[in-house]
């Protein structure tokens, strides 16, 4: 029995580990010239692995997902971590997991070893198409053709979306860029490189879907950030439903400041001008951001209170940490594979989460079970 992983991703790192320590003899194709790439830029370099409040809610609708919960819940996934690659973590005040090193390299490094210790032989090659064949399948690369029984796709959706061939177009979606910067109508270009606390709202056609406090940048085309991210994946989503929908965001640039403290701080300023309505409470570009668009006082408060933003599009995937869209859960069996006899795991599935470690549990359970049968 040979198998062949196409990408050195942590999907397919953590495929090519256990393929290999169930006695199979595994090749690992990859196109970079070390294994882990994206691995290693996660988390700010920290690589955050998974969450420990992780729920059905941080991805989109999928069936797949509610399975690997029970399968792989997250104390799964680190004690798999931890027997198969050594690796230690811990977790913070949010619930976010991180390797004890809190460095993404040597996680990366872990599983370097764990392939060397199991045998796992590692290609660096670019897989450019795959054929059917007796017995198996031809996998064609660049430099080299390779025969094997068993092929599993974990190359990621942004390597993919350049080679329509080993996509296998025919069970996908359309492809969108997720966690990624949100551009909007009318930027104000002055706001570029601020940073504000905010209660973040998205609204979907006039409907709330998602809300999140935390860092706001402001970008001359836009808005950045965690929050901004998370919300990116909810426009994703709809764009790859083919949904003509309209997206807003709205800031709470004084979260921490109730109403009626609101209407009190208005009516002590109501007699000040207009530059210092704000002052010592909003930086001086954002406050002349908000005052320029009131009225007077209790307008400007209230605009601070929920402050909109027209959004256009997000960036592109050059700038994205993740994808929306891929293989269609109803083209996979049980195993993750589909009617022409070819696996998957990770990014490549139409599968997608928000910030805080539920990637990387998607690609380490999916890695887990395309190869630990």
């Known amino acids: 029995m040979k198998r062949v992983i196409i990408g050195g991703g942590a999907s397919g790192l953590m495929s090519a580990v256990i393929s290999a320590k169930n006695n199979v003899e595994t090749i690992l194709i990859e196109k970079n010239a070390r294994v882990g790439k994206k691995l290693s830029q996660t988390g700010n370099g920290k690589c955050n692995l998974a969450n420990d409040n992780m729920t059905l ?150 409907k709330k879907v998602y809300q999140e406090k935390g860092e706001v940048l402001f970008r001359q085309y836009g808005l950045s950030g965690v929050c901004i991210f998370n919300c990116s994946a909810y426009v994703a989503r709809s764009k790859v439903q083919k949904e003509n929908a309209k997206f807003k965001i709205v800031l709470d640039l004084l979260p921490t400041i109730d109403q009626k403290e609101i209407l009190t701080i208005a009516n002590g300023r109501q007699n000040s001008i207009k530059d210092d309505w704000f002052l010592g409470i909003l930086s001086n570009k954002l406050a002349c951001h908000v005052a320029k668009q009131s009225k007077d006082v209790f307008s400007a408060f209230q605009l601070a209170k929920n402050l909109p933003f027209e959004v256009v599009d997000t960036l592109g995937f050059e700038f994205a940490q993740a994808t929306s869209g891929g293989i269609e859960e109803k083209h996979l069996d049980d195993n993750l594979t589909l009617p022409n006899g070819i696996k998957v795991c990770g990014e490549i599935i139409n599968v997608d989460g928000l910030c805080g470690g539920n990637n990387l549990w998607f690609a380490f359970a999916t890695g887990h079970l395309v190869s630990n049968n």
């Open 57 to 206: 809610g941080c991805f989109n609708d999928s069936k797949l997902v509610q399975r690997l919960m029970k399968l792989y819940p997250t104390t799964r996934v680190l004690e798999i971590l931890n027997h198969e690659l050594g690796l230690h973590t811990f977790s913070d005040n949010f619930g976010r997991v991180y390797p004890i090193s809190e460095n993404a390299n040597s996680v990366v490094d872990c599983f370097r070893k764990a392939c060397e210790k199991y045998g796992v032989k590692t290609v660096f090659d670019v897989a450019i198409s795959i054929e059917k064949a007796h017995n198996g399948f031809v996998v064609h690369c660049q430099e080299n053709d390779v025969f094997c029984n068993e092929v599993v796709v974990a190359s990621g959706l942004l390597a993919q979306a350049k080679n329509q061939n080993v996509l296998l177009s025919d069970y996908q979606t359309e492809l969108y860029p997720s966690l990624v910067p949100i551009t909007v109508k009318n930027p104000d270009k002055s706001l570029d490189g601020l940073r504000q606390k905010c209660l973040v709202t998205l609204f979907k056609d006039g």
